[in-house]
């Protein structure tokens, strides 16, 4: 009903950059908030940036500074550009998003989660 396709991961030495897209497609109503969270090995899922559907953004403590989030609703795409990487931030990242989508005549709600993407930052 509703998917979400990361890209843009890869490797990287520390010191560079990378650009994530989450494009989100379906039935789509709107799309109230989309956010990029991560996860590194032995660590729990942490929000690293999320951003609404009027554009007030968030970050975490850890990469402000570094990562801007950003979006183009007619797309349903966001965006994550990362720069200044450091060995710290590799992880799988996994794209989210608060979706109000089409189920017949009726509206439904629903936290969709795309696969992840590796991001890999070596020292």
């Known amino acids: 009903q509703v998917q979400l396709v990361e890209s843009g991961g890869g490797l990287v030495q520390a010191g560079g950059s990378l650009r994530l897209s989450c494009a989100a497609s379906?039935?789509?109503?709107?799309?109230?908030?989309m956010g990029w969270y991560r996860q590194a090995p032995g660590k729990q899922r942490e929000l690293v940036a999320l951003i609404t559907s009027g554009g007030n953004t968030n970050y975490a403590d850890s990469v402000k500074g570094r990562f801007t989030i950003s979006r183009d609703n007619a797309k349903n795409t966001v965006y994550l550009q990362m720069n200044s990487l450091k060995p710290e931030d590799t992880a799988v990242y996994f794209c989210n998003a608060d979706v109000t989508y089409y189920s017949g005549s009726n509206y439904r709600n629903l936290r969709s989660w795309g696969q992840g993407t590796q991001v890999t930052v070596s020292s």
């Open positions: 379906g039935s789509i109503f709107s799309i109230n908030a």
